[in-house]
Nanobody, 130 residues
């Protein structure tokens, strides 16, 4: 089994920043983790879960949703089994629960559809006040 634990959420004013972390454990050894694309999704109240960003297993190539507009940066540290999401210039519409996710198998390209996710974390709340 794979466990994903998010942290770093909180309450911040519009224009502020947060740095989310996602740590993988369970059957995710360092060598295994490096073979998985890791993604962040978010879900606001009353809305569907949506793709935010992903970092590929090969060469750590980042992918972003259009609404990110260069405000967020995703990165990974395979030695720590950790993926980060640095969020700057936050807006009230960024308020949501942010989830870390990996696909059911390694060596896959980033998927933006939540139905293709194999494992989810429990999420971390991000609240941006105006």
């Amino acid at each position: 089994q794979v466990q994903l634990v998010e942290s770093g959420g909180g309450l911040v004013q519009a224009g502020g920043s947060l740095n989310l972390s996602c740590v993988a454990s369970g059957r995710m050894s360092e060598r295994t983790f490096s073979t998985y694309t890791v993604a962040w999704f978010r879900q606001a109240p009353g809305k569907e879960r949506e793709f935010v960003a992903a970092v590929s297993w090969q060469n750590a190539i980042p992918y972003y949703a259009d609404f990110v507009m260069e405000r967020f940066t995703i990165s990974r540290d395979n030695a720590k089994n950790t993926v980060y999401l640095q969020m700057n210039t936050l807006k009230p519409e960024d308020t949501a629960v942010y989830y870390c996710a990996v696909p059911p198998a390694p060596f896959t390209t980033p998927q933006t559809n939540p139905s293709n996710v194999g494992y989810w974390g429990r999420g971390t709340q991000v609240t941006v006040s105006s």
